[in-house]
């Protein structure tokens, strides 16, 4: 495939790197070559087959409408803009494109989920619950888009709207930790998952764009992963 990788930071440069080892063609395109995602004018995006989004919050929703408008399949692994998730949902289904995103691409924090699912239960019976999350001092959002994923997930499986407070902490160069605790009068469950690198979460885009070569539609990675 040809892949156009918006982001050169920690994962956007491990992605161009993995895709390449993968033998895709890989184009990077930074804040300098991306300004006003001037990178994604369609004429600039006649030979590329996805666009794969490691950015930052502040430009990822200007990336996102440039890079579906002009027809191309988009893999978005920068959080922060969930809010809007329903406006770029009709953006893709009104352009025909393949859309797939994740707040965590890894294949462990996907299976967490899981985890966390089942251990919703918990608050069916006597258990309140907490979500605490780490990460490095540069991150620019909190909480981070995997914790919001995780109280979302909770809160579906446990039925309830439960408060699930999420606690987040900025420290040192931590790739990414996510915590559960469940309390309840007589015991506490602790659940948690901890990324010792980058690698599992570019491994994971990478793959997330080859499974999306071809598709169409709005897919969340959570749903798919199983089929890589
Ligand atoms: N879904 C996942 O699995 C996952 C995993 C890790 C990170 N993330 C998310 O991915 C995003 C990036 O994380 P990171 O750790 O790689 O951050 P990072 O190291 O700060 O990298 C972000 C890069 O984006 C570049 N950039 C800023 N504006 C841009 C634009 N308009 N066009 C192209 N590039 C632009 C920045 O370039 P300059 O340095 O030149 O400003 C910077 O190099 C964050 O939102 C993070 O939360 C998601």
């Not at 440069?13 to 395109?29: D, P």
């Not at 981070?144 to 997930?153: F, K």
């Not at 599992?200 to 885009?205: D, L, R």
């Amino acid at each position: 495939m040809n892949i156009l990788v918006l982001g050169r930071g920690k994962t956007g440069s491990l992605v161009a790197e993995i895709a390449g080892q993968r033998r895709h063609h890989v184009r990077v395109a930074g804040a300098k070559e991306n300004a006003d995602a001037s990178a994604l004018l369609a004429d600039k995006l006649h030979d590329v087959d996805a666009v794969i989004d490691f950015t930052a919050p502040h430009c990822v929703l200007a990336n996102i409408e440039a890079g579906v408008t002009a027809g191309k399949n988009m893999i978005v692994g920068t959080t922060g803009w969930y809010k809007e998730i329903d406006r770029v949902r009709l953006l893709v289904e009104r352009h025909n494109t393949g859309f797939l995103y994740a707040a965590n691409f890894s294949i462990g924090v996907n299976l967490f989920f899981d985890v966390a699912r089942a251990a919703a239960a918990a608050l069916r019976h006597d258990y309140s619950g907490q979500i605490f999350e780490r990460h490095h001092v540069h991150k620019k959002d909190a909480p981070s888009g995997t914790a919001i994923a995780i109280q979302r997930v909770i809160r579906e499986a446990g039925g309830k709207n439960e408060d699930l407070e999420i606690t987040s902490f900025r420290e040192g160069e931590v790739v990414g930790f996510h915590e559960v605790v469940f309390e309840s009068p007589s015991d506490r469950i602790y659940l948690s998952h901890d990324a010792k690198s980058r690698r599992g979460f570019a491994e994971g885009a990478v793959l997330a764009a080859e499974w999306l070569a071809g598709k169409k539609g709005f897919y969340d990675f959570k749903d798919i992963w199983r089929e890589l």
